[in-house]
């Protein structure tokens, strides 16, 4: 008699909570792994330099003049550096966010697809080498990515849920 794994995974909540919390542990432990043994390069560098300005209206105005990105990032960088500078710290909200994406890309396979998609898309996340490697920069790819993850989520339960609550989201 053979144990169907699929039928064990996708009907136990708990087996399925167990998977998708060790694919989250997976994804950080990926995203950790030798954070900070690269010095920063260029335009890390100029994200720091960016986010070094004396207070937030200094930021937004640096931003506004030699970025092309929102400034969002920046300003959380600015925060950030006010606890340290080093490689792995000001690295770590990307991380952070790369994660994070995971899990929004999860909720979002989830919702269009199905439970089994749905892990298969955070595996996908997890391991992908692209993906692990902007979340180990000080730029604002992994903040940008997880937001449009994020947004298409909320987007499509907005379409398909009744009510106005998830407008205000």
């Given at each position: 008699r053979f144990i169907n794994i699929e039928a064990v995974i996708?009907?136990?909540?708990?087996?399925?909570?167990?998977?998708?919390?060790?694919l989250v542990s997976l994804a950080v432990l990926l995203r950790l792994f030798q954070l900070g043994k690269n010095s920063f390069w260029f335009d890390e560098a100029f994200s720091i330099f960016t986010a070094k300005a004396?207070?937030?209206?200094?930021?937004?105005?640096?931003?506004?003049?030699?970025?092309?990105?929102?400034?969002?990032?920046?300003l959380l960088l600015h925060l950030v550096l006010?606890?340290?500078?080093?490689?792995?710290?000001?690295?770590?909200?990307?991380?952070i966010f790369g994660t994070l994406m995971l899990v929004s890309t999860f909720l979002l396979g989830?919702?269009?697809?199905?439970?089994?998609?749905?892990?298969f898309s955070a595996l996908a996340i997890a391991i992908n080498p692209f993906l692990i490697f902007y979340?180990?920069?000080?730029?604002?790819?992994?903040?940008?990515?997880?937001?449009?993850?994020l947004s298409m989520y909320f987007f499509l339960r907005v379409?398909?849920?009744k009510g106005f609550k998830l407008w205000f989201l």
């Open positions: 996708l009907d136990n909540p708990k087996v399925y909570r167990n998977i998708f919390l060790s004396p207070n937030p209206s200094s930021v937004l105005a640096m931003v506004r003049a030699n970025e092309n990105n929102p400034p969002f990032y920046f006010k606890f340290g500078d080093s490689e792995t710290w000001v690295r770590l909200p990307s991380v989830k919702t269009i697809f199905d439970r089994k998609i749905a892990l979340s180990q920069e000080a730029r604002a790819y992994s903040l940008a990515s997880m937001l449009a993850a379409l398909t849920e």
